[in-house]
């Protein structure tokens, strides 16, 4: 007997879901057709951590289950300067682009889609986004994370390339978070 999964656990504390794509899937065998779900899902504490997973199941309710515990498992951490990303990023993923600028205070998170919804849940208050290539949701959402995932502080940048922030080119807002980091780091 299958466990009753109409009713989903709840998240951990200050974690919010949001499901990005629902797809419809057939399969068609000898004796006829087999319907299912796929649900791609989106998980942030809209602090800097976010994941997004895909979940497959014969039944709706499942396959955000399936997708929800595939995007908890797929967290990363997002570096901010104050409420925008650090630097610009570009990122392909598939035949998606995926293009990610620092926005000016009270911009907003100008984007749409999957890249939007996966911003939201990390926490980024002002960012330009733009979907190159493939409108696919779940190639853009997929590009939106390894994006996510390759930004660099500026602190961490000196250390890794063991140059001091003073020898580096940096935006004002920058520049002063930066400093803060590693004054937080040597404290």
């Not at 299912?36 to 014969?58: H, T």
């Not at 293009?99 to 998170?109: M, R, S």
């Not at 190639?139 to 390759?150: Q, R, S, Y």
Request: glycine share 12%; hydrophobic share 40%.
């Amino acid at each position: 007997m299958r466990p009753n999964t109409s009713q989903r656990p709840a998240l951990a504390e200050g974690f919010e879901e949001r499901i990005i794509r629902t797809n419809k899937v057939q399969k068609t065998h000898k004796g006829g057709r087999t319907l299912s779900w796929s649900v791609l899902v989106a998980v942030g504490d809209r602090n800097g951590n976010v994941g997004a997973g895909l979940g497959k199941a014969l039944s709706i309710p499942d396959a955000i289950r399936k997708g929800t515990e595939a995007a908890k498992k797929n967290m990363l951490k997002v570096p901010m300067v104050g409420g925008t990303i650090p630097h610009d990023i570009l990122v392909d993923f598939g035949a998606s682009r995926v293009l990610l600028k620092p926005a000016a205070p009270g911009a907003g998170v100008v984007a749409g889609g999957a890249v939007r919804a996966i911003l939201e849940l990390a926490g980024v208050k002002d960012v330009l986004a733009k979907s190159l290539g493939s409108n696919n949701a779940v190639n853009n959402a997929w590009a939106t994370m390894k994006a996510l995932g390759e930004l660099r502080t500026a602190a961490q940048v000196s250390r890794t390339r063991g140059v001091g922030l003073d020898r580096m080119s940096l935006r004002p807002e920058v520049r002063e978070a930066a400093e803060s980091e590693v004054n937080d780091g040597e404290a």
